[in-house]
C-alpha cells in the first residue's frame, strides 16, 4: 500500500516567518514529488515539484527532497497571511500517466 | 496561461441517476486524469488515460465509472447509478509529455447525490 504522511497541522506562523511542511512516503520506487496548494473549497494547484535529491529553489519557496530518508520538505520564506492554505504533498513513479498519491495535506495559519 | 476547465461546477443528482463531467484539458498535454476529493480527506486518485485508452485506474475506478475522450477537445467520467457515497468534488488533470508528469488540476466539479 502506497501511503503519503503529512502532519496534519494546523502550523501556524507569524508573517515574515519560515514555515517548513513535512512529508514522507513508502514507495521507494517514487521518483517525482509534488506540493501543491489548496484553499478550501478550491482545487490543488501545483507550486513545486523535485525529481533529485537536495534543494530546489523558486522564489520563497525550497523544496528538499532525501530519497534514501524517503522524506520532502517544504519551506516558506517570508510567510505571507495569503499563504494560508492546505499544504498537499504527492509523488509518483516518474512514468507519464502514473497515478499521484496525496497526502492528506498540512493546513498552514499565517498571522499578521 | 493555458488551464483545464471543467463543467458544471456543481452538480446534483439523485440517487440511481447517471452523471456526466466533463472537462477541457490543456491544449498539448497527452494524459489525462480523474481524481476525486470527499469532505474532508485526501485526494485520491480514479484514473488516467492517454492515446484512447485507460492507462492506470484504482481500485475506486469499478465498473460504476467510465471514461472517454469523445473529441479532440473533452474528456468525460460517467458514473452510472450514483450512491450517496459518490457525493465529493471530481477533478480533471492533464499532464504533458513522457517526462513531463506534473499534473495541472481542474476546478472541479462538486457533485451531490441525494
Known amino acids: 500500500q502506497k501511503e503519503v504522511e503529512q502532519n496534519s497541522g494546523p502550523l501556524s506562523v507569524p508573517e515574515g516567518a519560515i514555515a517548513s511542511l513535512n512529508c514522507t512516503y513508502s514507495?521507494?520506487?517514487?521518483?517525482?514529488f509534488f506540493w501543491y496548494r489548496q484553499y478550501s473549497g478550491k482545487s490543488p494547484e501545483l507550486i513545486m515539484f523535485?525529481?533529485?535529491?537536495g534543494d530546489k529553489e523558486d522564489g520563497r519557496f525550497t523544496a528538499q527532497l532525501n530519497k534514501a530518508s524517503q522524506y520532502v520538505s517544504l519551506l516558506i520564506r517570508d510567510s505571507q497571511p495569503s499563504d494560508s492554505a492546505t499544504y498537499l504533498c504527492?509523488?509518483?513513479?516518474?512514468?507519464?500517466?502514473?497515478?499521484?498519491?496525496f497526502g492528506k495535506g498540512t493546513t498552514l495559519s499565517v498571522s499578521s | 496561461e493555458p488551464e483545464v476547465t471543467q463543467t458544471p461546477s456543481h452538480q446534483v443528482t439523485q440517487m440511481g441517476q447517471e452523471v456526466i463531467l466533463r472537462c477541457v484539458p490543456i491544449?498539448?498535454?497527452?494524459?489525462f486524469y480523474w481524481y476525486r476529493q470527499i469532505l474532508g480527506q485526501k485526494v485520491e486518485f480514479l484514473v488516467s488515460?492517454?492515446?484512447?485508452?485507460?492507462?492506470?485506474k484504482s481500485e475506486i475506478f469499478d465498473d460504476q465509472f467510465s471514461v472517454e475522450r469523445p473529441d479532440g477537445s473533452n474528456f468525460t467520467l460517467k458514473i452510472r447509478s450514483t450512491k450517496l457515497e459518490d457525493s465529493a468534488m471530481y477533478f480533471c488533470?492533464?499532464?504533458?509529455?513522457?517526462?513531463?508528469?506534473?499534473?495541472?488540476f481542474g476546478q472541479g466539479t462538486r457533485l451531490t447525490v441525494v
Open positions: 488533470a492533464s499532464s504533458g509529455g513522457s517526462r513531463g508528469t506534473e499534473a495541472f
Open positions: 514507495d521507494r520506487g517514487s521518483q517525482s
Open positions: 523535485i525529481y533529485s535529491n
Open positions: 504527492a509523488v509518483n513513479l516518474r512514468q507519464a500517466g502514473t497515478a499521484l498519491i
Open positions: 491544449s498539448n498535454h497527452l494524459y
Open positions: 488515460f492517454y492515446n484512447n485508452e485507460i492507462s492506470e
